[in-house]
């Protein structure tokens, strides 16, 4: 298991940077998604609601891949491989965390009433960046 760096972390936890997560459909061709970050205890995760493509390719196969951009700054960056472990305990606290950091709201407004929320939690193998601190 790779281990994120102290300013690898904070570049995830303290920033609203969007991420871009791939994760293997079952035919073993690639699907991309925008994800908001989270990092808790140093896991870096990201949330999704269970019914989608993200946690039906994951089950199928654990192998992903995240990319975190600074918009402002293309030459800062993380990209994250390893494999996905999905929780369902905490999720829907979360959302409502991440919609905090990403849109300044207290709860997720697009919730739907039947929606079954997972937090997928990415154990990395192999971490990149450039423009951070390996410390």
Sequence with gaps: MAQLSDAQVAFLRDNPFI???????ADGS???????VDVDDDVVSFNTAHGRAKPRCLATDPRLSLTVIDPTNAFRWIALSGT?????????????RLAKKYLG???YPW???DERRVSVRITPERVDSLGLDAG
């Design 30 to 36: 690639p699907h991309s998604t925008v994800v908001w």
């Design 111 to 113: 919730r739907a009433p």
């Design 105 to 107: 709201q207290e709860t």
């Design 19 to 25: 991420g871009v997560v791939t994760t293997l459909r």
């Design 84 to 96: 996905a472990t999905l929780v369902d305990e905490g999720a829907e606290n979360q959302i409502d």
